[in-house]
C-alpha cells in the first residue's frame, strides 16, 4: 500500500515539475500551439513507452497522427539556444543539494540507427559500436545524491553540432 501511494505522489510530482519546465519554455516559443505541444512531447518522451516514434509519442499524447510531433520537431518557430539554457538552468536548480553542492559527470553514450530520419542521426564515431555509423550521442550530465537528468535529453532533437560549448552551472 505504501509503495503505490509513494508511486502516486512520485508521478504527480513528475507532473507538476514537467508542466513547470513546459511553462518556462512557453517564452521561448512564438506560438502557444507548439508550447502545448511540446508538453505533451515531453510527457510522452518521459513514459515507458518501449519504442519512442512520431507515431508512438502522437498515440501516447492522444494526438490522432503524428502531424503535430513532425510539425514541433520540423518545422516550429522557437528560440533553441534559449530553451537550452532554461533546461540547463531547471535541471541544476532541481538536482542542487540543499548545501549547494553539485557535482557535475558527464557520460557520453550513443545508440546506432539504421535510418537518417531521427533527429541528430548522422555517421559519426560512436563508442557503443566502436566505429563511424549512423548514430545519434548524447551526454548524460549533472548527477548528485537527488539524481541525474540527460543534456541534452536523448531524442530532443537538439543535434550535437548545436549543444553549448559551456553547460556549466556557474
Known sequence: MRRAAAAIVGAQLGREKRNELTGLLAAHFT???PVQQAGKYTGALMSDLPDKNCWSLAQHAGDASPDKMQRLLERAAW????AMRTIRDFAVAGLTAPDGLTVL?????GQVK???RTAGVKPQYVGCAGRVA???NFVNAYSTARGHTPWPAPGCG??????PTHISAT
Not at 537538439?158 to 549543444?163: E, G, R
Open 158 to 163: 537538439f543535434p550535437k553540432s548545436s549543444w
Open 105 to 109: 559527470v558527464l557520460d557520453e553514450s
Open 31 to 33: 506560438r502557444r500551439e
Open 79 to 82: 528560440d533553441q539556444a534559449a
Open 114 to 116: 539504421q535510418g537518417d
Open 134 to 136: 549512423n548514430a545519434i
